[in-house]
């Protein structure tokens, strides 16, 4: 018999599932570069409560209470951000409207889940937790790749030091510095910081559960291994804007690190293929999947996937290093070209050689595709950084294209991580056949 923890072992999931995708659509619509209107930005992001409350009914057969739990703690979740809404300008006091915007809010979100989870809610199959748990590592990879998106674009913006001190921003609590104040590079800095802070809370949710419903000794160290990643990435990503423990707001004070921030930012991609392992192994698909069949190429593929992997993160390190240093941009250039055509190789393996493997040959038909617009985003990169006449901030097209191609690196790392562990799955080495005697 069910117990009721496994009846909800939905809500954690798709309350953070509602909470990334509210915190998404906020970031954007509060870019400096579009400003949307604040209706239009609240108008989404219940909208995205809705879509959330439809999945709790239809998927999860919660009815209104069901939706009632997942809109109430997304609520709470939000409460990360809400705080910015409830200090005046001046960094004063809290205003008095707090007394009814937080419960308000947490009202308004929980009502909007339970009526959409009770409107469309049907007699479904239960869904084992297990499914659960893998919708939980898919919102962390999410959420994760948000983070280093915006992380790229708090470097492409050069506005890695815009808030001055740390854990606080300005002398002010994180998560009450005020929204008017969040613009320009700030908003890009602080917003960064948020965001770490909801991939902290993400991954720590998500290696309790593993923890909890999980019996696979291993893939419990991973999360917890990922748990101690996200805490040390934390860190660093303040230590390299203050040089030291302080809670000093004095610039006078402070000794920003560009060492630390290359490292934060390796770190960052590195972490996103660890969440991304866990999401692969935790999937319906690779719980499923049949026994290994014998390929006699596929020792030889995984040697090549393992060596794609560790030049990638070589290459995360130069780029890195042209980034924060401006430095080893010819060295970065030609292993990109080694990156590019491995990348190819082995995506273009997986892709003709493995046809009867989904996963194998989906993935490897991606990385084919990203290898190919990593080279012009790569190209396009270069044209528009060296091109720049006057030293100046970066103009739209530059942040855009540099951040694009951060990013797409992410992805293709991420990709790389994937394809080596389906790889490793379904596919091992035949055996030679015995010799006649």
Not at 103 to 113: E, K, R, T
Not at 300 to 310: E, K, M, N, S, V
Not at 382 to 404: D, H, K, M, N
Request: charged share 10%.
């Amino acid at each position: 018999m069910t117990s009721t923890a496994e009846n909800r072992s939905y809500i954690l999931p798709l309350a953070f599932a509602t909470t990334v995708s509210m915190w998404a659509i906020a970031y954007f619509c509060r870019l400096p570069v579009v400003m949307a209107p604040s209706w239009l930005a609240a108008g989404l992001m219940l909208g995205m409560v809705a879509l959330w409350g439809w999945v709790t009914g239809s998927r999860a057969n919660g009815g209104w209470l069901g939706g009632l739990l997942v809109g109430g703690v997304a609520a709470i979740l939000n409460l990360l951000i809400l705080g910015s809404l409830l200090i005046p300008e001046d960094g004063g006091s809290v205003l008095p409207s707090a007394v009814w915007w937080v419960p308000g809010s947490i009202l308004a979100i929980a009502l909007v889940s339970g009526g959409f989870s009770a409107a469309f809610g049907k007699a479904a199959r239960e869904t084992p937790a297990s499914d659960w748990t893998a919708l939980f590592s898919n919102v962390a990879v999410a959420a994760t790749f948000l983070l280093v998106v915006a992380g790229g674009l708090v470097t492409s913006n050069e506005a890695g030091l815009a808030v001055v001190d740390w854990p606080n921003s300005f002398g002010t609590n994180m998560f009450l510095f005020p929204l008017a104040r969040m613009t320009g590079g700030v908003y890009y800095e602080h917003a960064h910081r948020l965001f770490g802070a909801l991939v902290g809370l993400t991954t720590i949710a998500l290696a309790v559960r593993l923890w909890r419903y999980e019996e696979r000794t291993w893939l419990k160290r991973l999360a917890m291994a990922a748990v101690v990643l996200v805490i040390l990435q934390g860190v660093l990503g303040g230590l390299r804007v203050t040089g030291g423990f302080t809670l000093s707001t004095s610039e006078a004070d402070m000794a920003p690190s560009l060492t630390l921030a290359l490292i934060h930012g390796v770190m960052g991609q590195l972490f996103l293929g660890v969440i991304v392992a866990i999401a692969v192994v935790t999937s319906r698909l690779w719980l499923d999947a049949p026994l290994p069949e014998p390929r006699p190429y596929a020792k030889d593929d995984r040697t090549f996937q393992r060596w794609l992997i560790a030049i990638m993160v070589v290459q995360l390190v130069l780029g890195a290093a042209q980034r924060h240093l401006a430095a080893l941009l010819i060295v970065h250039i030609c292993l990109a070209a080694v990156v590019v055509l491995l990348a190819i190789m082995v995506g273009g393996r997986a892709w003709g050689l493995y046809r009867n493997s989904q996963p194998v040959e989906l993935l490897g038909k991606l990385m084919v595709i990203l290898a190919c617009v990593q080279v012009f985003l790569g190209i396009t990169a270069l044209a528009v950084t060296q091109g720049r006449a006057v030293v100046g901030s970066p103009t739209i097209l530059e942040v855009t294209i540099t951040t694009l191609h951060q990013a797409t690196g992410a992805a293709l790392l991420a990709l790389s991580v994937a394809l080596h562990f389906w790889t490793q799955r379904l596919f091992r080495q035949a055996e030679a056949p015995t010799p006649p005697e």
